[in-house]
């Protein structure tokens, strides 16, 4: 498989006054070319600790061992200044809360036309280009959200500015952060479309992570789930929603309302009071004596899945 | 059914315009009715105006038949314990300065003029029936996850026994699991409780999961429907 991403057994851990928080346990994942991957799983569950691995934005106190290889090259092996030609260039982040990440004080137009700018375009075609951007983002009057301050958008418009500003560079790889969160339902079904939109019209790797499942469904083509910091499934998107195997997947599955908002009993052990055993243990509908006792190992279902249970294990 | 609230040809004014307008409807005790619309539509404010955290510019709100804005001042505390509402953010609702046991037992301990720990004591079965330690009570909010602190809303908010309940979007900051978990217990409590609900949410899924009727605020204007031709109307736009 021609991957573009490889992340190889990834720990990262926080040292914090209380101990040590291991945010990411012998994470292994790729993505293919051209293929989007999924990170779902709860508040917590290190989600977005991989996100900002990739992207090497982590707090400089924090603990990183593994390796994650972008194209071959181990970005965690790379000079800040290496790193720095590829993020924002080649590898991009939409990032969440588009209120929070663009300028009060700048214009739209302005944002998204310094990421253009990176790419070396003339000045006299950059206006043009912000605009070609705007239209391809779906806006009815591109030149209209271009001259506008974020503050007179609203959250799905602000969303797509954001994703603008990261698709301006023309990057390879994306890196979606909850690209859905806190928005209301119209922004994010308006929000979904677009990501469907893009994914369809163009050739990115996508790195998504999210805890909204119908996003993760509507454009991912693999998935992972993660529970306490740690992969517990891991497969292509369709197979997962049509046959979850992990049963904390089946939870957040049955949590939908569609499907009889029925709730997962209990809440995730603290990064702090980690179990000997399975993590999932405690919550399990189907627990087991191993369990208690023995942390089970990730193994392989198929060629594609995989699952982190005592139950599937030989 | 005992009727708990009427609203009245509500108007909320604002400088710029109507907020909304000529909003009408009435809630019996233990059920539960939605306002839907998209950010910025109003729904937060009527949701507001009815628990009387903001004025409305005019029309009237009955609970249990009496005119709010009629009560005397004396009685207005004793109206606030029967009119409870739940808000969007937990991690906000809570003094981040006090632990949950004092912020938990105050509203108890103000009207009922008890010693605290005999509260809190009196609140253990209702802690218990949230899936909460009393020992968690020692806490601050920072330390306490989103989940834990709408379940800890949920102790204080019933330890009132109250007749109406606002609830502003009480899980859109929740994961899906979490959102399960709070959902299926504020309707448990409300069954028990025979307690009124005003839900509000902008997502048609949970709306149609929680809500006997639902009232849908577009520019401005509450147009109430029954359940089934909510799930129409939502299949249509969907569509």
């Known amino acids: 498989m021609n991957s573009i991403l490889e992340v190889t057994d990834l720990n990262v851990s926080f040292p914090t ?31 977005s600790v991989i996100g900002q691995s990739v992207l090497r934005l982590l707090p400089q106190k924090s603990i990183i061992s593994g390796s994650i290889r972008y194209k071959g090259l181990d970005i965690l092996t790379l000079s800040e200044e290496e790193f720095s030609h590829l993020r924002g260039r080649e590898i991009s982040l939409v990032p969440q809360n588009p209120s929070a990440s663009l300028d009060p004080l700048m214009k739209c137009g302005d944002q998204i036309a310094e990421s253009v700018e990176l790419r ?29 301050l974020p503050s007179r958008l609203s959250g799905g418009m602000r969303q797509r500015v954001a994703t603008g500003i990261a698709l301006a560079s023309k990057p390879q790889f994306l890196v979606l952060d909850e690209p859905t969160k806190g928005l209301d339902y119209a922004a994010r079904t308006s929000t979904i479309d677009i990501l469907h939109h893009i994914k369809a019209n163009r050739q990115d790797t996508q790195l998504l992570i999210t805890h909204d499942l119908d996003l993760a469904h509507r454009i991912g083509d693999t998935m992972g789930v993660l529970y306490s910091g740690e992969l517990v499934e891991f497969g292509p998107v369709n197979e997962i929603f049509s046959n979850p195997l992990h049963p904390y997947t089946k939870g957040l599955i049955s949590a939908l309302p569609r499907n009889g908002m029925k709730p997962i009993p209990g809440s995730c052990p603290g990064f702090l009071n980690l179990p000997k055993g399975c993590y999932f243990h405690k919550r399990c509908p189907h627990p087991c004596a191993r369990g208690e006792d023995v942390h089970p190992e990730i193994c392989d279902i198929s060629e594609e899945r995989q699952v982190r249970c005592h139950r599937f294990s030989a | ?91 906000i609702s809570f003094d ?119 009232g849908i605020i577009t520019d401005g204007t509450c147009t109430l429907v029954e359940k089934e031709e909510f799930d129409d109307w939502v299949s249509y736009m969907g569509s």
Do not use: W
Request: glycine share 8%; hydrophobic share 35%.
């Open chain 2, 96 to 214: 981040p300065r006090r632990r949950l046991i004092d912020s938990v037992t105050e509203p108890l301990v103000y009207h009922t003029k008890q010693d605290q720990q005999d509260v809190f004591r009196s609140l253990f079965p209702l802690i218990e029936a949230v899936g909460l330690h009393h020992q968690l009570f020692e806490k601050y909010p920072g330390q306490l996850s989103g989940g834990e602190l709408q379940r800890a809303m949920m102790v204080r908010i019933y330890s009132l026994s109250p007749k109406l309940i606002v609830a502003d979007e009480p899980t859109s900051m929740l994961d899906m699991s979490v959102q399960a978990q709070v959902l299926n217990l504020m309707k448990d409590l409300q069954q028990k409780n025979n307690t009124a609900c005003v839900f509000i949410s902008h997502d048609p899924e949970v709306m149609q999961i929680m809500c006997d009727r639902i």
């Open chain 1, 120 to 148: 070396g375009v003339k000045k006299s075609s950059v206006t043009e280009e912000v605009l070609h951007i705007l239209s391809n983002l779906r806006f009815l009057d591109p030149v209209r959200v271009s001259l506008s």
């Open chain 1, 17 to 47: 006054r209380n101990g040590v928080i291991h945010a990411s346990q012998q994470v292994s994942f790729r993505i293919s070319k051209g293929k989007s991957c999924v990170l779902v799983g709860e508040t917590g569950s290190g989600k």
């Open chain 2, 1 to 91: 059914m005992s009727q708990i609230l009427r609203v009245e040809g509500l108007y909320k004014t604002f400088g710029h315009g109507d907020i909304f307008r000529d909003v009408s409807f009435t809630l019996d005790s233990g059920e539960t009715i939605g306002l839907f619309g998209m950010s910025g539509s109003g729904k937060s404010t009527l949701g507001r105006c009815i628990v009387g955290l903001e004025r409305c510019t005019s029309g009237k709100i009955y609970f249990e038949g009496d005119d709010v804005s009629t009560v005397p001042k004396k009685m207005r505390p004793l109206l606030r314990t029967k009119m409870q509402m739940i808000f969007q953010h937990p991690e």
